[in-house]
């Protein structure tokens, strides 16, 4: 079956073909998705999402557009991001989806965001039941498999953790997105004190955020206020990454998510994976991003599972919680 994915949650106006055999599933490195992605880039500041969404409106009829011209072959179903994300962003992803699909007369699959950063881990690594550390740009959370569904064992209590690193940049004058830019400055950093909040399974950012600001703001070298982000805020989820596969028993973990491209995080997740003898995978950059490909893949299985929208039931949800997803497609899967 080939599934078209389309991607629109925030600032990647994204396309995806992916060709799937539920009985012989070929590994990703071997069957990548093909993937077209136009990004939203903000003049000034962060994400504005009625710009976001004029950035969909033109962006993803052409993305779509050139995923097609560049795959031949007939599409058999249209897989589009339902939530979460920016309203107006997935109001205009779910028309096209929806308009798509009626005149190409196939199903419609509507897919949650966070659980294709998770499910494009799994299937990448072969993992049968990890716990998926979500570190992306709105959301920041640990999920873990149990009883037919992806349950929320750990979460922000505020921000999502690259939208507290995007807020940091953004207070010393940098454009989005921070996290690379945090990433090279730390390079030249060293260690100062800032605040580490886990509570049990959930941390939080917003006083570690504003101790950032007030340090730069004193006059600490931004290299060195980096340097700690870093150091605090990995950590902060390497515990706590930990702790989920200790209360789960869990032997697997997977990275999701834009921030899973920085370099220092995949690293502690892996010496930490290391030193329990867990198995650690953080796919390819492309994947870990907002990307159409992991809507394509998920959007292919749930089409296998016959997880599919009548068009008066696909409405966008930007709350959409991972939790709420029945999964039901992980029992028909080849092993
Ligand atoms: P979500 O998937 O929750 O909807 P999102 O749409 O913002 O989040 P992602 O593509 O998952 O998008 O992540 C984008 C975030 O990743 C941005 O906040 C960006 O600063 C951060 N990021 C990108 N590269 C790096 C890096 N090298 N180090 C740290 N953060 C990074």
Known sequence: MRVLGIE???????????????????????????IETDAYQPESGGI?????????????????ESVLDATD????????????????????VGTAARALAGTLDV??????HMVAHLEIGRYGAGFDSPVCLNASGANAHLLGYHDGRYRVLGETMDTGVGNAI?????????????????ED??????????????????????????????????GTPVEDVCFALQETIFAMLTEVSERALSLTGADELVLGGGVGQNARLREMLATMCADRGAQFYAPDPRYLRDNAGMIAVLG??????GETLA??????????????VAVTWRAGEAS
């Open 8 to 34: 629109g949650t925030a600032w990647a106006a994204s396309a995806a073909i992916f060709e799937y055999d539920p009985d012989d599933p070929a590994p990703l490195d071997a069957n990548p998705p093909v």
């Open 48 to 64: 504005h999402p009625r710009e976001a969404a004029e950035h969909m409106g033109e962006a993803i009829p052409a993305v779509i």
């Open 73 to 92: 072959g007939p599409v058999d179903a249209v897989a589009f991001s339902r939530g979460p994300g920016l309203g107006p962003c997935l109001r205009i």
């Open 107 to 112: 199903p419609l699959v509507g897919v949650n």
């Open 166 to 182: 995007d807020k940091f940049t953004r207070h010393v004058g940098w454009s989005h997105p921070g996290g690379p830019k945090v």
């Open 185 to 218: 400055a730390a390079k030249e950093g060293e260690y100062v004190d800032l605040p580490y909040v886990v509570k049990g399974m959930d941390f939080s950012f917003s006083g570690l955020m504003s101790a950032a600001k007030d340090a730069y703001d004193a």
């Open 300 to 305: 292919a299985k749930m089409l296998a599972a």
């Open 311 to 324: 068009i008066d039931e696909s409405a966008v949800d930007p709350n959409f919680r991972p939790d709420e």
